[in-house]
């Protein structure tokens, strides 16, 4: 079924009787020639582009609980390309320009808002290394504009000037970024990989992989065995498990980060906002919650909820920035499961099995990323060979020394 | 999360601060090759489970302490004095 407007009108007068499930449900196939394990986004964007891109249709995506019901419907929705090395910087760009044509390409709402990111900077060495960031993104082809105080002052007039521990000297503007509806990402990305004959298959759990003669043939699952001549894995923060039964032990280390959401306001915060001297960032969503994040609690953690020191950081630094939010009310707060490597970037890389892949390490910027990892990760499954913009994220660049470690801080796993 | 520190007590996770899996115990010798330090600094097990981490007693009595913690539900399990692990040497 394809949407359109006239759609939208037609079934409302029908008092919208006529919609119907939007993937089918399958029962597994003995075999495929890909397994994909993770039906997050990540997983379900990799299924669409080996399909759409290479024309792939005997694939499977192995789902342990529902489609999108880990950190894709979990996340904070913050959509940018403001990247500054040269391995990310192209990489991101790439993914932002899928994501400018997603809606269309998908035929799905994902309700995708070019709002504007806006990085605050509180010191001259700060704004110095904005405008390097921002030159990097206009070198690269993407838009940046280093804001002074009186610009910021006229997009943010609600921010708190006037505070003497951290002035605000600045902002540095990346128009393009924004936010997106998660879960629609995840739905859409479902629905289109469906269309295409991929198997969406829920409640399935791999619980082993198949090798044999260094070479990948299958995997066992909740619901029985399947065999495959290529298997990808995309799990996240599970990736240390699901990497364990194939031998391979990761660059990883799985880390919590809390995230929050208000009651709903009237729209008062009209971009995504970012504290430069605490853990702090923040957007409004279309139902008008003020959605809001900081950093890692910084312990390794598979618990999906953080501890107090944390979330009173990220309230009082929010509170610094921005007094007026201090009458909303917290409605929730949750943790996700980061997979964070060593040096903050992500991997997307063959494995010492023949056939067998993995696309792990997006620490927690892995949201913005599902259309360009999908892609990429598509590219590499299908060629065997890397996709230009993702090449620099490999698996053995540790060991090899060769680290993107966009923010410097060194080569630790919850320091990024 | 509290912690009890072998020497202080139970305290608030607060006064602690965290290096890492406790693999930083093993440190490897100058010349012991690229997997020794590859496997030192970057790999790791990442149990969902119990896990054993080096923490820093850094407003209390300044020890480095051994943490075994579970990662699904943060229950601490059981803490040591790194010194009484290695003989007396710190971590790193």
Redesign the interface.
Known sequence: MRYSGLQVLAQGLMGNRGWKPVWRDPEPKPAYDIVIIGGGGHGLATAYYLAREHGLGNIAVLEKGYLGGGNVGRNTTIVRANYNLPGNSEFYSHSLKLWEGLEADLNYNVMHSQRGVINLFHSDGQRDAYARRGNAMINQGDDAILLDREGCRRMLPYLDYDQTRFPIYGGLYHPRGGTARHDAVAWGYARAADQRGVDLIQQCEVTGIDIAGGKVTGVQTTRGAIRAAKVAIVVAG????VA?MAGL??????HILQAFVTEGLKPCIDHVVTYGMGHFYISQSDKGGLVFGGDLD??????ARG?L?MAEHVMEAGLTLMPMIGKARVLRSWGGIMDMT?DGSPIIDKTHVDGLYIDCGWCYGGFKAVPGSGFSFAHLIATDRHHDPAARFRLDR??RGVLLDEEGTG????LH | MRITCPLCGDRDSREFSIRGHETYLDRPAPDAGEAAWDNYLHLRDNPAGETAELWYHGAGCAAWLRVRRNTLTHEVLKVDLVRDLTGGDHAD
Do not use: D, T, V
Request: aromatic share 16%.
């Open positions: 599970r990736s240390g498990q364990a032990r990761l660059p990883i280390e799985s910084f312990y390794a953690s598979y618990a501890n020191p060593p540790f060991r080569s630790q796993h919850n």
